[in-house]
T-cell receptor, first 115, second 114 residues
Framework: EPEVTQTPSHQVTQMGQEVILRCVPISNHLYFYWYRQILGQKVEFLVSFYNNEISEKSEIFDDQFSVERPDGSNFTLKIRSTKLEDSAMYFC?????????????FGPGTRLLVL | AQTVTQSQPEMSVQEAETVTLSCTYDTSESDYYLFWYKQPPSRQMILVIR??????QNATENRFSVNFQKAAKSFSLKISDSQLGDAAMYFCAYYGGSQGNLIFGKGTKLSVKP
């Protein structure tokens, strides 16, 4: 069964460093998402991406964040200058198309720790 | 704005028994979707069950079923014949209207006692 994959599974970085989190969505999916979950808290929406552009973003998704789909398969989240409070689990999700049940399928997550 | 509330931070059930997790939501939309996701200690988000708001029939997936009360804006998850592997965090999530993202509740931690 097709699944969303994410790399790396864990990332440790120093405050102020740039990190890139990578995701490979399910191949025929058209909508892509990033969510984050700070330890012990609920899952929060960051950004959605469709047709090679951001379709929606939350207040969390400030100028330090960017997303890209560079090659038609990968979907990346870049944090330019990491802060301590960026430490969280980051989930990528993808969805097929409107009218298909709107189900988002999640990857296994990347656990980011900023020191 | 849409909100999702899970009022039970923790629940416990005996193996083979039945447990119900509560979820309420607030929306002014008429067409939307509701989901339950399971998050085991590995922290992966696994879809458990989905309900379309336009369907009156409650969704069922093997031992998992929902009680969807649209007027009351309630969407509870029933787990029958609970197994040790059901122990996890369970998140209720809403999708609908103009926003394209899922809105999650705070989760319920389910423990299963042998």
């Amino acid at each position: 069964e097709p699944e969303v994959t994410q790399t790396p599974s864990h990332q440790v970085t120093q405050m102020g460093q740039e990190v890139i989190l990578r995701c490979v969505p399910i191949s025929n999916h058209l909508y892509f998402y990033w969510y984050r979950q700070i330890l012990g808290q609920k899952v929060e929406f960051l950004v959605s991406f469709y047709n090679n552009e951001i379709s929606e973003k939350s207040e969390i998704f400030d100028d330090q964040f960017s997303v890209e789909r560079p090659d038609g398969s990968n979907f990346t989240l870049k944090i330019r200058s990491t802060k301590l409070e960026d430490s969280a689990m980051y989930f990528c999700a993808s969805r097929y198309q409107t009218g298909s049940g709107e189900t988002q399928y999640f990857g296994p997550g990347t656990r980011l720790l900023v020191l | 704005a849409q909100t999702v509330t899970q009022s039970q931070p923790e629940m416990s059930v005996q193996e083979a028994e039945t447990v119900t997790l509560s979820c309420t939501y607030d929306t002014s939309e008429s067409d939307y979707y509701l989901f339950w996701y399971k998050q085991p200690p590995s922290r992966q988000m696994i879809l458990v069950i989905r309900q379309e708001a336009y369907k009156q029939q409650n969704a069922t997936e093997n031992r998992f079923s929902v009680n969807f009360q649209k007027a009351a804006k309630s969407f509870s998850l029933k787990i029958s014949d609970s197994q040790l592997g059901d122990a996890a965090m369970y998140f209720c999530a809403y999708y609908g209207g103009s926003q394209g993202n899922l809105i999650f509740g705070k989760g319920t931690k389910l423990s299963v006692k042998p």
